[in-house]
Nanobody, 118 residues
Framework: QVQLSETGGGLVQVGGSLRLSCAAS????????MGWYRQAPEKQREWVAT???????KYANSVEGRFTISANNAKNTAYLQMYNLQPDDTAVYYC????????????WGQGAQVTVSS
């Protein structure tokens, strides 16, 4: 089984930046995908970005150009660098992991609160 540990949330002013990290441990795979989702109060969880172990990335339209997803395969860690944060980015951010490049997510992180204040 894989465990995910998220770090890096916090409070930031409008226009600021934050970086989230998600470290995977346990029975990881050399071929995997990791993703980031977020859930704002009273809203459904929404997909933010995905990266695969071969470096392919995808982004939601709402964050493309402002957020960057990356991964260090040697450390089994994914990152979400967030720039030009806006109040609408306020949410709990969750990382996810699955073996292989497609299919359902098999593991979720505990969540990291990101609050953007104006």
């Amino acid at each position: 089984q894989v465990q995910l540990s998220e770090t890096g949330g916090g409070l930031v002013q409008v226009g600021g930046s934050l970086r989230l990290s998600c470290a995977a441990s346990g029975e990881t795979s050399s071929m995997y995908a990791m993703g980031w989702y977020r859930q704002a109060p009273e809203k459904q969880r929404e997909w933010v970005a995905t990266i695969t172990s071969n470096g392919a990335t995808k982004y939601a339209n709402s964050v493309e150009g402002r957020f960057t997803i990356s991964a260090n395969n040697a450390k089994n860690t994914a990152y979400l660098q967030m720039y030009n944060l806006q109040p609408d980015d306020t949410a709990v951010y969750y990382c996810s992991w699955r073996p292989g490049y497609t299919g359902s997510w098999s593991q979720w992180g505990q969540g990291a609160q990101v609050t953007v204040s104006s």
